[in-house]
């Protein structure tokens, strides 16, 4: 059965500090999709980023980063330099089948980065 | 902004009620899937509609059913409402490519449903 673990439930840092957010993933499956989301205090979920498990490449976007490891079945997030605004939920994602199953969400991580 | 929008934003029900809860999908969307969020926890996937039918459903019992209408937007309408109805639904619209291929699924603002 596939299953997400985001086993730290809320971090706190100061702003300008870096801050990783871990995703553990459990699956049988060999071809699957992972994904982030970040949900503001408004409650919509926004898309960060979906990675393809034969696709091992680390991602950089801006202050945002991916590491995918599957020999530890884990997708981190890295933030740079945080800032305030990047206060939200941050939730991790696995959709099996070459990503047509419904996505299976971790329980979230609360990041709350001060000022 | 996704381009999905969802009505009410916030909904005061009583147990036993009835309630329906609509979502517009992105323009080029042809797929609609509803996930109910508890308070603290990750979203759970209800169902999901394509091409006007049912096409998944998770662990949720009967009462939970919904609707697609041409235009891809969808219902979900909640019979007999129970306390532990109580959450955020979310609407996530993505497109369903003619090989069957779901891709990347953007969400709506949800909508907040207490019942009392």
């Known amino acids: 059965a596939q299953k997400v673990t985001q086993a730290q439930t809320e971090i706190s840092v100061v702003e300008k500090e870096d801050v990783t957010l871990d995703c553990v993933y459990e699956?049988?499956?060999?071809?699957?999709?992972l994904f982030w989301y970040k949900q503001p205090p408004s409650g919509e979920l926004v898309f960060l980023i979906r990675?393809?498990?034969?696709?091992?490449q680390n991602e950089i976007s801006g202050r945002y980063s991916w590491n995918f490891q599957k020999s530890t079945s884990s997708f981190n997030f890295t933030i740079t330099a945080s800032q305030v605004v990047d206060s939200a939920v941050y939730f991790c994602?696995?959709?099996?089948?070459?990503?047509?199953?419904?996505?299976?969400f971790g329980k979230g991580t609360r990041l709350s980065v001060i000022a | 902004e996704t381009g999905v929008t969802q009505s009410p934003t916030h909904l005061i029900k009583t147990r036993g009620q009835q309630v329906t809860l609509r979502c517009s999908s992105q323009?080029?969307?042809?797929?609609v899937s509803w996930y109910q969020q508890a308070l603290g926890q990750g979203p759970q996937f209800i169902f999901q509609?394509?091409?006007?039918?049912?096409?998944g459903r998770g662990n949720f019992p009967p009462r939970f059913s919904g609707l697609q209408f041409p235009n891809y937007s969808s219902e979900l309408n909640v019979n007999a409402l129970e306390l532990d109805d109580s959450a955020l639904y979310l609407c996530?619209?993505?497109?369903?490519?003619?090989?069957?291929?779901?891709?990347?699924?953007?969400f709506g603002p949800g909508t907040r449903l207490l019942v009392l």
């Open positions: 996530a619209s993505s497109r369903t490519t003619s090989g069957g291929y779901q891709e990347t699924q953007y």
């Open positions: 699956t049988r499956d060999t071809t699957y999709y």
């Open positions: 990675r393809n498990s034969f696709d091992e």
């Open positions: 994602a696995l959709s099996e089948n070459s990503g047509n199953t419904p996505l299976v």
């Open positions: 323009s080029g969307h042809n797929t």
């Open positions: 509609y394509y091409r006007e039918e049912e096409n």
